[in-house]
């Protein structure tokens, strides 16, 4: 709606990015999801909506509140859009640390399973499906 805000879209999820200098567009913005939702007979779940402020390293003190018209919308400091994780000051540590955990808990499925005695051509097959997705 407002010269600035981007909408971005992608199966069922939608991200609105207001930058800072348009910060009071915001709930407007939300407003005209929601009415784009009713308008086509869905229902946006404000439930499950996040709200994130990127931040520079010089506001880590500041706390900004954007006024919203949908209740339950919860601030968070990070989010995953469309398998990235991404963190208030945009830094790569949180994506970083969600891969490992991810590779970690594979690894130690297949121990688990060569332990057990899978045969290594089926523990080849698996590692094969689970990291090419």
């Known amino acids: 709606m407002h010269v600035g805000n981007a909408l971005v879209k992608f199966a069922d999820d939608t991200y609105v990015i207001v930058p800072a200098v348009n910060s009071d567009t915001s709930a407007s913005e939300l407003r005209h999801v929601q009415d784009w939702a ?16 990127f931040t520079g390293r010089g506001a880590r003190n ?9 209740l339950g919308i919860s ?14 000051k945009l830094t ?3 994506h970083v640390s969600s891969i490992l955990t991810s590779c970690s808990s594979s ?7 060569r332990h057990h005695g899978l045969p290594d051509s089926s523990l080849q097959d698996l590692f094969a499906l689970r990291f090419s997705q």
Do not use: M
């Open 38 to 53: 009713d308008t086509n007979n869905l229902q946006l779940n404000c439930l499950k909506s996040k709200e994130i402020v």
């Open 107 to 113: 690894l130690y499925a297949l121990r688990v399973l």
């Open 62 to 70: 500041k706390t900004v509140t954007f006024p919203s018209p949908c």
């Open 92 to 94: 790569a540590e949180d």
């Open 75 to 88: 601030q968070v400091r990070s989010i995953t859009a469309l398998g990235v994780v991404l963190n208030d």
